[in-house]
């Protein structure tokens, strides 16, 4: 989740935090919450962060004991927690042993193989790991308690598939209102730049991965509406949202955690966490509101391309109000270039390599329908023709890659010319626009909402998706 880093230096980073964890650790029954706990979850909570506490050997033999006297299937999660964040090897070996021997399992030291043997089979945690896991990170940062206290009958999602992703809340920093460039201007940019391009209400932008991947998150005003364009660089999506719903503007950022590796957002209002794939809260007080985010579609294009289409465009600046190493290609080097996740999910599917990109297709207004369609399908099928739920749909590749879907209404269309033309079978041709399909006597077919991403995360996040390859 955070650039250049890998998953060793991680758990470097987060055995250093546990550090200050560590020598506050003798007040921790103490915190003041918000809603008490019962007391004999507040105990069992509190028994397993004793773990933590290794300057002090009675107080971990003790919990060590009580847990080992007192075992349930519950505790599976919070043991490994603990075992995850353990500092010395000594302390880690007597969590894992303990781990094994409950668990008659054997995956010794490979987190990989324990979180997915935990989420292959029925959650069994209760409500004291929602307490747990507020005290546990809040040595972290203190932002983070409030995400998972007292939220247990305000989440659709496990709890113990939200892992820390290592950075602070905000601590990959979101560009709110950025500096936006004219084309002349953007000398750092190379032709063939890797940019997310969006146009709302004809405002035309372009955000090139190579400053968005140092911030995965960017909050304006496009064209009059609200929007906020969050790119997680594990999943490989970007997806842009209307932040405004039933008139509330939800100021969104990025909360430090992940679900099945995908980023989840938070709200400043009320610190819930929201799915980025989905655009909805997942845990906290606003779930069961009915909020859901309208999303638009963003093309994945060069920046040559997109200012050829779109000369008044603007781009980002290099004048973020940050220092970072904005040349191509330098964020996330080392984890593009692989097929090795950072952070594994509950099953991995072979059809596609994990991170082969997959064109997502959703309509949840419109059907459950779930559809994800190869990229590398669709570049030797620049023309592809779909139906998802009752809609007929038409994806135009272009030669850079892009796509870009519209509501075809079942037209059939014979002959595109990579660029921006299209052309039926009755020999018509059509422009194709950002956000619509214009033919002869202006008709027009709108642009259907779409966005790209790793096969691996999008497949976790929707098990039931529609692959085409």
């Known amino acids: 989740m955070f650039a250049a880093y890998k998953v060793k230096s991680l758990v470097l980073f987060s055995i250093y935090l546990f550090i200050s964890f560590i020598y506050h650790f003798g007040n921790h029954r103490a915190v003041a919450v918000e809603k008490e706990p019962s007391v004999n979850e507040k105990e069992i909570s509190a028994y397993f962060l004793d773990l933590l506490n290794e300057n002090d050997s009675r107080v971990t033999v003790k919990a060590i004991n009580f847990i080992d006297e007192n075992w349930k299937e519950s505790y599976e999660i919070m043991l490994l927690e603990s075992l995850y964040f353990s500092k010395s090897p000594a302390h880690s070996n007597k969590l894992l042993r303990l781990l094994e021997k409950k668990t008659n399992k054997q995956f010794g030291f490979d987190y990989d193989k324990w979180f997915q043997w935990l989420w292959n089979k029925e959650a069994t945690y209760s409500d004291a790991y929602y307490h747990f896991k507020a005290e546990l990170h809040q040595f972290i940062d203190p932002k983070f308690r409030k995400y998972f206290l007292d939220r247990s009958d305000q989440s659709l999602i496990r709890l113990d598939e939200v892992r820390w992703g290592g950075v602070f809340q905000d601590g990959i920093p979101p560009l709110r209102n950025p500096k936006m460039i004219a084309p002349i201007e953007a000398n750092y940019l190379d032709d063939n730049a890797t940019v ?15 400053i968005l991947a140092w911030h995965e998150m960017f909050v304006d005003d496009v064209g009059g509406v609200p929007v906020a364009g969050v790119y997680c660089t594990l999943c490989g999506t970007v997806i842009l949202y209307k932040t405004e719903h039933n008139r509330i503007n939800h100021s969104i950022g990025t909360s430090g955690f992940l679900y099945r590796s995908n980023k989840l957002m938070y709200d400043k209002a009320t610190q819930s966490l929201w799915s980025t794939l989905e ?12 909020i859901k985010l309208d999303y638009l579609s963003v093309v994945t294009t060069t920046w040559s391309e997109w200012k050829k289409r779109h000369p008044d465009t603007q781009v980002l600046s290099l004048n973020t109000g940050h220092q970072r190493d904005y040349r191509e290609g330098v964020a996330y080097k080392d984890y593009f270039s692989t097929d090795k996740l950072m952070f594994t999910v509950p099953k991995i599917d072979p059809r596609l390599k994990n991170k082969d990109e997959i064109l997502a297709i959703r309509l949840p207004e419109e059907t459950k329908d779930n559809m994800a369609i190869s990229s590398k399908f669709l570049k030797k099928n620049v023309i592809y023709a779909g139906k998802i739920g009752s809609i007929h749909f038409t994806v135009f590749t272009d030669k850079t890659g892009a796509h870009r879907v519209y509501k075809t209404k079942g037209k059939t269309f ?18 194709i626009a950002e956000n619509e399909l214009i033919g002869p006597r202006e008709q027009l077919m709108e642009r259907l909402p779409s966005h790209n991403a790793f096969w691996f995360g999008y497949k976790a996040a929707f098990p039931n998706v529609i692959l085409i390859k």
Do not use: C
């Open 196 to 210: 997310f391009g969006i146009e709302v209400n004809g405002d035309a932008r372009a955000y090139p991965k190579q």
């Open 279 to 290: 655009g909805e809260p997942v845990i906290g007080p606003l779930v069961g509101k009915g």
């Open 414 to 431: 014979t002959h595109y010319d990579g660029e921006s033309t299209v052309t039926d079978m009755n020999g018509n041709k059509w422009e």
